[in-house]
């Protein structure tokens, strides 16, 4: 039995609408935008970020690319008989493959955005549906103008299910996206202060996040949050955007997937929920109150899709925190183990609040203590300080003991704490890491938080460089 390449070479030009220049690949098993990660047989998209993609063309040949996209300009850089696909834009001939895959595809297919939860959603998405078939969805957070059209690029036509994150930073960004994922059912987790920086209001936000029902399928079905203020808005904006149905979730008597009750404990969860009038029971394996309320949204999904509810309940066990979103590691200081929570990839203003939750609710040994590393959340805008300011509350009333804090906004947190309270301040988290390396101490629980800007991730890796971790038959 063979197995179908990914693209063949002569299809993946024809979507693109390009011209060949050498050989023409008999098969393409991959697709990539950047040259670390590239593997053999991949076409690599010399798109523009940073740096300029066709600045790596050639190591991307070396490594064994199958083809390399081009546009005009740079075509004739290369040797004759290195194997292109020369276009007027890189970008837009990989949104092109995108949407032609996407049209080929017989899967049913589920989009996800929000102010928060977006990729959890979708890893339990992804966790879930591949336990009833087939399924697809991206590597990491590719939920921007490049991302989703990867995604799309790399799906393979036979999945049974598609899962595509949706994000965006200002204005207008969600409807083309949406509009190249074309989705059966599109999930909204939440409207939060996020990205306030580019909108006037929540009810901008909420906007801008309903755009992605621009891109329903005809009849699809629109999920929401029916635990926030602009609930009615969003179900107004979805049957707007031509959906066929709309399903909420959330505590909310009107809810029509309603959570009846949960018991939430450090390391998991358990939740008993009516799910469009079936009564489910089940168990999380990944820790928080706001985990639980999104796998309402995963349930809702599940229905909307035609997939097997009780068998979707039950994948939810094996459900584990992404590696900067509550990944968990025990750590080995000299005179004892500590646990660390890495929350390092994103902060905004609910994450903060829930990170700051589980935290408090981490049980410490000895003279271990609840321990928090916080960087700047960005993007607020003029509300960011009183924001930043505002979780002094959560800290005191979850029982942090010891706050380390980076950042000017983070600033205003810091001094808002009692002295007993605060670890020690720096202006960048270079700037704090050996203070909080130098306090570290057996029984402690260490949580990482900040939005990425601040770059609270190099902390993490300091501390697993110094700390060895300790293995699970130690």
């Known amino acids: 039995m063979t197995t179908e390449p990914l693209w063949t070479g002569a299809r993946l030009i024809e979507a ?30 010399a798109i523009k970020g940073e740096r300029d993609g066709h600045d790596f063309v050639a190591a991307a040949l070396d490594k064994g690319a199958a083809l390399a996209v081009v546009d005009e300009a740079h075509a004739g850089v290369f040797p004759a008989d290195a194997p292109l696909a020369v276009v007027p834009g890189v970008l837009r001939a990989m949104e092109q493959a995108g949407m032609a895959r996407r049209a080929e595809l ?11 939860g977006k990729t959890g959603t979708k890893e339990a998405l992804r966790l879930v549906l591949s336990r009833q078939g087939k ?16 995604t799309l690029v790399r799906t393979p036509r036979d999945v049974r299910y598609g899962v595509y994150e949706i994000g965006m930073n200002a204005p207008g960004e969600i409807l083309p996206l949406a509009k190249m994922v074309q989705p059966d059912v599109a999930v909204i987790t939440t409207i939060q202060p996020v990205h306030l ?36 808005l969003l179900r107004e904006l979805a049957l707007a955007g031509g959906a066929g149905r709309v399903i909420s979730f959330g505590e909310s008597e009107e809810a029509d997937v309603r959570l009846l009750g949960c018991a939430l404990k450090p390391d998991v969860s358990t939740a008993n929920a009516n799910v469009l ?30 997939a097997d509810l009780a068998l979707a309940a039950l994948a939810l066990s094996d459900l584990t925190p992404p590696a900067g979103r509550g990944a968990r590691q025990v750590l080995h200081a000299p005179a004892g183990p500590f646990t660390l929570i890495d929350e390092s990839y994103n902060g905004n203003p609910a994450s903060m609040r829930a ?35 505002g979780l002094a509350d959560a800290v005191t009333g979850n029982g942090i003991d010891l706050v380390f804090a980076c950042g000017p906004l983070m600033r205003t947190l810091y001094d808002a704490l009692p002295s007993h309270r605060r670890g020690a301040y720096a202006a960048q988290a270079t700037g704090l890491e050996p203070h909080v390396l130098d306090a570290l101490r057996a029984g402690d629980v260490v949580t990482v938080k900040g939005s990425l800007g601040t770059r609270m991730g190099p902390i993490v890796k300091a501390m697993t460089a110094r700390f060895p971790v300790v293995q699970a038959d130690d």
Not at 136 to 147: C, R
Not at 221 to 228: E, K, L, P, R, Y
Not at 372 to 388: F, I, N, Q, R, S
């Open 197 to 232: 920086a580019a909108f006037e209001s929540l009810e901008g936000i909420a906007r801008e996040k309903a755009a992605i029902f621009g891109g329903l399928k005809a009849g699809g079905t629109a999920i929401i949050n029916a635990d926030i203020p602009q609930t009615g």
């Open 355 to 389: 990170a700051i939750e589980n935290l408090g609710r981490m049980p410490v040994s000895g003279r271990g203590r609840r321990i928090a590393v916080l960087g700047d959340m960005l993007e607020l805008g003029e509300t960011g300080p009183e924001l930043h300011k």
């Open 135 to 150: 399924t697809h969805a991206p590597v990491a957070s590719y939920n921007n103008h490049w991302g989703v059209p990867l």
């Open 106 to 116: 017989s899967a049913k297919v589920v989009a996800v955005t929000g102010s928060v």
């Open 277 to 306: 009038g079936q009564a489910v029971t089940y168990k999380l394996g990944s820790p928080g109150k706001h985990i639980v309320l999104n796998s309402l949204a995963v349930l809702a999904a599940v229905e909307a899709l035609g």
């Open 16 to 45: 693109m609408g390009a011209r060949s220049q050498g050989p023409v690949p008999a098969a393409v098993t991959g697709a990539s935008i950047d040259t670390r990660t590239l593997e053999p047989g991949d076409t690599f998209f």
